[in-house]
Antibody, heavy 125, light 113 residues
């Protein structure tokens, strides 16, 4: 069974930084593209970023809305996905989900076939 | 960015009814290279993470009941739930993965009549 368990959320002051972690199990983590998605209270999910696997040089893509403040990374030896967030703003308040991307036939696609339970981040003074 | 517009925003149904949720994209999601529509549907129950229902506009994810049917092509898509059950009450989101940034529709809340 695929499991994704986020940690590192909490209350942060505006301007602060945070690093979220996602411990993955139940699948060969190193093979898969992984992503972060957030959801503000009462809103639709917002895709933030994804990272490719080693075979694709761990390259990354970002939503322009967060590029420059958010950094995705992974540790395939520990099966952990990370999201570093800097210069936090009130509008970054959300549930942050770790997500596994779909592998279909021969390629990876921007479809989330497994979600974590989410880490709550509140930005407030 | 590709804008995804869902309608209606909420829908009240009785158990056993068939419902239709619409999703419209601001540009075509049909990729000519493989003739596939880059459109997915998710279900989110209260207090839970979203769950993948359908991708490629009409391919059901493993384990999803066959009362969930996705259809459409290009810019207009539909999720049909036949014989709605109480467990189907949730918010449904469409999402395009044709182009980065991947974007979601605003959601359709399915409520009990």
């Amino acid at each position: 069974e695929v499991k994704l368990l986020e940690s590192g959320g909490g209350l942060v002051q505006p301007g602060g930084s945070l690093r979220l972690s996602c411990a993955a199990s139940g699948f060969t983590f190193a093979d898969f593209y992984m992503s972060w998605i957030r959801q503000s209270p009462g809103k639709a999910p917002e895709w933030l970023t994804f990272i490719r696997n080693k075979a694709n040089s761990y390259t990354t893509e970002y939503n322009p809305s967060v590029k420059g403040r958010f950094t995705i990374s992974r540790d395939d030896t520990q099966n952990v996905l990370y999201l570093q967030i800097t210069t936090l703003r009130a509008e970054d308040t959300a549930i942050y989900y770790c997500a596994k991307l779909l592998y279909d036939a021969t390629y990876y696609y921007g479809v989330v076939d497994a979600w974590g339970q989410g880490a709550s981040v509140t930005v407030s003074s | 960015d590709i804008v995804m517009t869902q309608s209606p925003s909420s829908l009240a149904v009785a158990a056993g009814e068939t419902v239709t949720i619409n999703c419209k994209s601001s540009q075509s999601l049909l990729y000519s290279g493989n003739q596939k529509n880059y459109l997915a549907w998710y279900q989110q129950k209260p207090g839970q993470s979203p769950k993948l229902l359908i991708y490629w506009a009409s391919t059901r994810q493993s384990g999803v009941p066959d009362r969930f049917i996705g259809s459409g092509s290009g810019t207009d898509f539909t999720l049909t739930i036949s014989s709605v059950q109480a467990e189907d009450l949730a918010i449904y989101y469409c999402q395009q993965y044709y182009d980065i940034p991947w974007t979601f529709g605003g959601g359709t809340k399915l409520e009990l009549k």
